[in-house]
T-cell receptor, first 114, second 112 residues
Framework: EPEVTQTPSHQVTQMGQEVILRCVPI?????FYWYRQILGQKVEFLVS????????KSEIFDDQFSVERPDGSNFTLKIRSTKLEDSAMYFC????????????FGDGTRLSIL | QKEVEQNSGPLSVPEGAIASLNCTYSDRGSQSFFWYRQYSGKSPELIMFIYSNGDKEDGRFTAQLNKASQYVSLLIRDSQPSDSATYLC????????????FGKGTSLLVTP
């Protein structure tokens, strides 16, 4: 069964450094998402991406965050200057297209900011 | 603020019993509802979704939606120890980006 794949599985970064989280969505999917989950808290929406542009973003997704689809397969989340509170699990998800379609999640990247 | 509320649990049921998980939501305009299962340290795994009032069955799982009362539930029949996990209710907010608004989840423990 097709999967969303994320790399790395664990990223440790010094506060203030830039970090890029990578995702390969399911190949025929058109909508891509990033969510995060701080330890012990709920899954929170960050951003959705369709047709090479941001469709929607939450209040969390401020100027420190950016997303990019650099080629036909990868989807990346960049955090420019990491803060301690950015420590969380970051999940990439994808869905087939317009309309309400189920979102399938990758295994996540655990981001630890020191 | 659009809220999705779930009882955090833990909900403990014996093996073979029916587990009933409930979720309420505040936005009457919410359109579609998803149930995900999340094992500790793992990612959310889609179980099923529902967008019409009534029941929807898939194997041992039944989702129930009542838009008038603004609740959605998940029934798990013949519960197994492997069903022990946190169950997340997610609501499609209705914006163009198809963002999901998640509840905090209900922890389910199925005891042998």
């Amino acid at each position: 069964e097709p999967e969303v794949t994320q790399t790395p599985s664990h990223q440790v970064t010094q506060m203030g450094q830039e970090v890029i989280l990578r995702c390969v969505p399911i190949s025929n999917h058109l909508y891509f998402y990033w969510y995060r989950q701080i330890l012990g808290q709920k899954v929170e929406f960050l951003v959705s991406f369709y047709n090479n542009e941001i469709s929607e973003k939450s209040e969390i997704f401020d100027d420190q965050f950016s997303v990019e689809r650099p080629d036909g397969s990868n989807f990346t989340l960049k955090i420019r200057s990491t803060k301690l509170e950015d420590s969380a699990m970051y999940f990439c998800a994808s869905s087939t297209g317009t309309g309400v379609q189920p979102q399938h999640f990758g295994d996540g990247t655990r981001l630890s900011i020191l | 603020q659009k809220e999705v509320e779930q009882n955090s649990g833990p909900l403990s049921v014996p093996e073979g019993a029916i587990a009933s998980l409930n979720c309420t939501y505040s936005d009457r305009g919410s359109q579609s509802f998803f149930w995900y299962r999340q094992y500790s340290g793992k990612s959310p795994e889609l179980i099923m979704f529902i967008y019409s009032n009534g029941d929807k069955e898939d194997g041992r799982f039944t989702a129930q939606l009542n838009k008038a009362s603004q609740y959605v539930s998940l029934l798990i029949r013949d519960s197994q120890p492997s069903d022990s996990a946190t169950y997340l209710c997610a609501v499609f907010i209705g914006n163009s980006g198809y963002a999901l608004n998640f509840g905090k989840g209900t922890s389910l423990l199925v005891t042998p």
